[in-house]
């Protein structure tokens, strides 16, 4: 996995729960440990308890009552990811995504998911809706700019597995934009400009060997004959 995937992770410090992440679960942006809800608490008991159904009444009463939370689909899959139910916390996604089609998140961690299970198209797919939808999201700034951060760290992923390298490079130049001091972005993008040059250099060589191979280099003509009339 290239250090283009941990090169912006300054901004997910949002994106926590009460119980610890399993290794390599997506995580769903808005979620503080620190600002845990009686509702929420209720939520999580309920579904240790495995009573999902009321785990997520609690849930939605959660979000009724603080708005700067994720929709309660997105915290329900949150939960199963955090206890490896990574099918259940598909379902749930997919869920949210139904009932709040505009929301960035339900994408971003669809996208995560796919990503992390080698589905590099519908990664790719995700990622660009999301981004669509978080330059028009009109909540709170700072979680805006991290659905921005997230989407285009993602496209540069798969942009990068594509080997796609003009490409990279632009989407790490919009990256840089948000935060032009970052070091490792910097860094990065000198990669990715060297996979670039390398490539081009690739390109013309196998270009030169095609034309120094084909029957009609130089002054050749191809032969071409007149047709027969009856």
Same mark, same amino acid.
């Given at each position: 996995?290239?250090?283009?995937?941990?090169?912006?992770?300054? =901004?997910?410090?949002?994106? !926590?729960?009460?119980?610890?992440?399993?290794?390599?679960?997506?995580?769903?942006?808005?979620?503080?440990?620190?600002?845990?809800?009686?509702?929420?608490?209720?939520?999580?008991?309920?579904?240790?308890?495995?009573?999902? !159904?009321?785990?997520?009444?609690?849930?939605?009463?959660?979000?009724?009552?603080?708005?700067?939370?994720?929709?309660? *689909?997105?915290?329900?899959?949150?939960?199963?990811?955090?206890?490896?139910?990574?099918?259940?916390?598909?379902?749930?996604?997919? @869920? $949210?995504?139904?009932?709040?089609?505009?929301?960035?998140?339900?994408?971003? !961690?669809?996208?995560?998911?796919? =990503?992390?299970? $080698?589905?590099?198209?519908?990664?790719?797919?995700?990622?660009?809706?999301?981004? @669509?939808?978080?330059?028009?999201?009109? $909540?709170?700034?700072?979680?805006?700019?991290?659905?921005?951060?997230?989407?285009? !760290?993602?496209?540069?992923?798969?942009?990068?597995?594509?080997?796609? =390298?003009?490409?990279?490079?632009?989407?790490? @130049?919009?990256?840089?934009?948000?935060?032009?001091?970052?070091?490792?972005?910097m860094q990065q993008r000198d990669v990715q400009d060297g996979h670039r040059q390398r490539g081009l250099r690739s390109t013309k060589r196998s270009c030169r060997?095609?034309?120094?191979? *084909?029957?009609?280099? $130089?002054?050749?003509?191809?032969?071409?004959?007149?047709?027969?009339?009856?």
């Amino acid at each position: 996995m290239s250090a283009l995937l941990l090169t912006v992770a300054v =901004w997910s410090n949002e994106s !926590t729960v009460a119980a610890p992440l399993a290794t390599g679960a997506p995580e769903v942006t808005g979620l503080s440990k620190d600002t845990v809800s009686p509702e929420l608490r209720k939520a999580y008991a309920r579904f240790r308890s495995r009573e999902i !159904t009321e785990c997520l009444e609690l849930l939605k009463e959660a979000c009724e009552n603080d708005p700067d939370l994720p929709p309660a *689909h997105l915290i329900l899959a949150q939960l199963y990811f955090n206890a490896n139910q990574i099918s259940l916390g598909r379902g749930a996604l997919e @869920e $949210g995504a139904l009932q709040n089609p505009d929301y960035p998140d339900c994408y971003l !961690t669809l996208a995560d998911l796919a =990503w992390q299970e $080698g589905r590099v198209a519908e990664a790719g797919l995700c990622y660009n809706h999301a981004l @669509e939808l978080a330059k028009k999201y009109d $909540g709170d700034e700072g979680r805006k700019r991290r659905f921005i951060v997230r989407a285009l !760290t993602g496209q540069a992923k798969v942009m990068e597995a594509r080997k796609q =390298w003009d490409e990279v490079l632009a989407t790490l @130049e919009e990256l840089l934009e948000l935060d032009s001091e970052n070091a490792q972005l910097m860094q990065q993008r000198d990669v990715q400009d060297g996979h670039r040059q390398r490539g081009l250099r690739s390109t013309k060589r196998s270009c030169r060997e095609i034309r120094r191979d *084909h029957p009609c280099r $130089g002054d050749a003509r191809p032969v071409v004959r007149a047709e027969r009339e009856p």
